[in-house]
């Protein structure tokens, strides 16, 4: 069995929940992958030191430059013969074009799964996380999104696939890249950080957001937020972390003036350890945390950054 | 032009849900249901299209049990103007979902389809990108601006890092993010007026689809419970705790 994995990467690096994907992927049987990109040699030799990565697929061409989904699932489809399953991390990338490629070879797609048990089958979260559903798939080949805080990433060096070039297929051109505005961050992506911390509605208002910072910064950490806060305009819903949003699963999760809402639990309850602090005793998050502090989040933080500061 | 908006009925978003003892789903019976909240945000952008006159008319369909008529009602009182059920009483997956719409699709020549990113319930975040595929139509996923301009579609989604624009050629498909827009409530008139709007009901059958679920549901379980730690009394043994006792920082 040979399983194909569509990779995300930026500026000739891997992301890591694609290498997640990519230990998913092993569980499965040989691995080969996918880079697909305009001018992206970079890219593709950094997939080829993957651990556990048998063979590089590199489809270099301008139609591929902004992974939009039309031309990109038809480059998936055009690969699809050779393997069983095919694989993305659940990513904005993966989710735009996985169930466009699944729907092209009549197969249900798999999405988000947290657990692989056999070939065809695979356990995902449902219901925002309040239930977890093992599903076996009767389709011929699998197509599958990958929740990447369900699997340790593979390393990113060790490994030594040869790189080969496949032709770009031809797609309608229906849809076309404008811009993009990313958010501008010296600090590590949500999903990938060591150490996250969010507020919540608490918070207040956008600015007051600033008192994370040197906490994020001592801390070398990720600054998310709850539905509630991006719904109030607080931060943009790229931060968003929750059912609809991003799911996390760091060592270290920091909850600040976040009651605990279902939705929001759902995308950071597999963290390793989870602090809250919030100045209503009663609130949900305290049941999930394993260090609650009942206290007003304008005076803790503060002197928060000052512990570590100090420390 | 015609705007196609597919709302699906679930578990409404407040409700608790519970794994059934059996382990074969979670309990439905005698528990609120209501329109997925990101189909009604779909909803919520058709009528504005209507308002602007980009849109001549809204067909709200929905796909399953016949109770799936109350979420249709709930979209002809924000402002569709007519219903399609596709009745089943099947297990509806995405892929099966994708075809039912694509045979509406092909009848009524909509030149927008407006579906939510994901439903609530199954959290699969797969059917529009489907109807897509399907339609052989472009497609702007996790959308939260929408400019029609003649035969183009200017999407702006949410995509990890930040915002993206692109420009798709109509027809597409577009589906909703969470700030696309904030949905109205019906008012009490246009709820009486949405009860004589006509829902047409047809089968699977009868759109030639085979609805055979892919997917097998082998087991439901509760996800691994986690248990609620220790409260501290200040900020100083927090930071002490997560030092010596967790060790993470």
Known sequence: MTVLVLLDHEAGVIKQPSRSAVAAASKLGEVHVLVAGQGVQAAAAAAGKLPGVAKVLLADDAAYANALAEPMSALLVSLASGYSHLLAATTAVGKNIMPRVAALLDSQPISDISGVVDADTFVRPIYAGNAMATVKSSDAKKVITVRAASFDPVAAEGGSAAVEAVAAVASPAVSRFVSAELSKSERPELTAARVVISGGRGMQNGDNFALLDPIADALGAAVGASRAAVDAGFVPNDYQVGQTGKIVAPELYIAVGISGAIQHLAGMKDSKVIVAINKDEEAPIFSVADYGLVADLFSALPELAAELKNA | ?249
């Open chain 2, 1 to 249: 032009m015609k705007i196609l908006v597919p709302v699906k009925r679930v578990v409404d978003y407040n409700v608790k849900v519970r794994v059934k003892s059996d382990g074969t789903g979670v309990e439905t019976a005698g528990v609120k249901m209501s329109m997925n909240p990101f189909d009604e945000i779909g909803v919520e952008e058709a009528v504005r299209l209507k308002e602007k006159g980009v849109a001549t008319e809204i067909i709200a369909v929905s796909l399953g049990v016949a109770a799936c008529a109350e979420t249709i009602r709930t979209a002809l009182a924000m402002g569709a103007d007519r219903g399609i059920l596709v009745e089943s009483d099947a297990d509806l997956q995405p892929l099966a979902v994708a075809k039912l719409l694509k045979a509406i699709a092909d009848k009524e020549q909509p030149g927008l389809i407006i579906l939510g990113k994901q439903a609530i319930d199954d959290d699969m975040s797969a059917t529009g990108q489907m109807l897509a595929a399907l339609l052989g139509w472009s497609q702007g996923t996790f959308a939260s601006e929408l400019t029609v301009d003649g035969g183009n579609l200017t999407v702006k989604r949410e995509v990890d890092g930040g915002m993206e624009t692109i420009v798709l050629t109509l027809p597409s498909i577009v589906t909703t993010d969470l700030r696309l827009n904030e949905p109205r409530y019906a008012s009490l008139p246009n709820i009486m007026k949405a009860r004589k709007k006509p829902i047409e009901t047809v089968k699977p059958e009868e759109l030639g689809v085979d609805v055979t679920p892919r997917l097998t549901v082998v087991s439901v379980a509760e996800p691994p419970k986690r248990q609620a730690g220790v409260k501290v009394g200040s900020v100083a043994e927090l930071v002490a705790k997560l030092k010596t006792e967790a060790k993470v920082i």
